[in-house]
């Protein structure tokens, strides 16, 4: 199977051999910039899957970068940067870009939303491919759909319902953090009470309860939330 291939533009050294030895850990095949006034020939060269582009850069800017990798490619382009205003991520978008990391970021939240874009770009999201479902033992969700197929029994969900069941059902058995489930979940965080998660976790709980479905949601407390399917139901 073919490696996705991921290029970062980024002129503080230490961060982009960080980004890429992390990267490689998770099999993506990654290219470092070396020359930063060749950055489109560079990129066109390697012919990335998705590119991670910093806003401050030695003689142009990644606005202007993204400007002229978008007349050549429709890869995802992920903006990481330390400026966080809320001009530079409107002037990113603006730009050709997909979507926007603040410095310092979590590793973890990089590859969640580079899974993400990947999927919709190449994976099951991507257009042409079959419907995209997530099946653990007799639980199958079908993500376009809405619904949680439980053995004969079908649970409708909310689209934030929908989302959550996603993320726990592809992680389970592991553990996944609050912080990724508030990054995946809402656009800004920043906009986002403490207690939203939980009303929607909450409800989420109900609803599986309400229509008997014996798996559970476990909260582990200071690191998150684990999908534990029941013993009848794998």
């Given at each position: 199977m073919e490696k996705h291939r991921i290029f970062i533009v980024e002129d503080d050294r230490k961060i982009a051999q960080l980004l890429a030895?992390?990267?490689?850990?998770?099999?993506?095949?990654?290219?470092?910039?070396?020359?930063?006034?060749?950055?489109?020939?560079e990129c066109l060269a390697f012919d990335p899957h998705l590119i991670l582009l910093d806003i401050n850069l030695p003689s142009y800017d990644g606005y202007y970068w993204c400007r002229?990798?978008?007349?050549?490619?429709?890869?995802?382009?992920?903006?990481?940067?330390?400026?966080?205003?809320?001009?530079?991520?409107?002037?990113?978008?603006?730009?050709?870009?997909?979507?926007?990391?603040?410095?310092?970021?979590?590793?973890?939240?990089?590859?969640?939303?580079i899974r993400s874009h990947l999927r919709r770009s190449f994976g099951e999201y991507a257009s042409?491919?079959?419907?995209?479902?997530?099946?653990?033992?007799?639980?199958?969700?079908?993500?376009?759909?809405?619904?949680?197929?439980?053995?004969?029994?079908?649970?409708?969900?909310?689209?934030?319902?929908?989302?959550?069941?996603e993320l726990l059902l592809e992680a389970s058995p592991k553990v996944i953090s609050r912080e990724i489930l508030l990054e995946q979940l809402w656009d800004d965080q920043t906009f986002v009470d403490e207690n939203t998660l939980n009303v929607n976790m909450t409800r989420v709980r109900k609803k599986l309860a309400d229509y008997h479905v014996k798996s559970t949601i476990e909260t582990v407390r200071g690191a998150g939330y684990r999908f534990i399917p029941a013993q009848e139901e794998l």
């Open positions: 030895d992390t990267l490689r850990k998770y099999q993506y095949d990654v290219a470092i910039i070396d020359d930063f006034d060749r950055v489109t020939e002229q990798l978008r007349t050549h490619t429709t890869c995802p382009i992920i903006f990481i940067s330390a400026r966080s205003g809320d001009m530079d991520q409107v002037f990113a978008l603006e730009n050709g870009g997909d979507d926007f990391i603040t410095k310092p970021f979590h590793y973890e939240i990089v590859l969640a939303k042409g491919h079959s419907e995209r479902t997530i099946k653990l033992g007799a639980l199958n969700l079908y993500i376009e759909r809405m619904e949680l197929h439980v053995g004969d029994e079908i649970v409708p969900l909310q689209k934030k319902e929908c989302a959550i069941l």
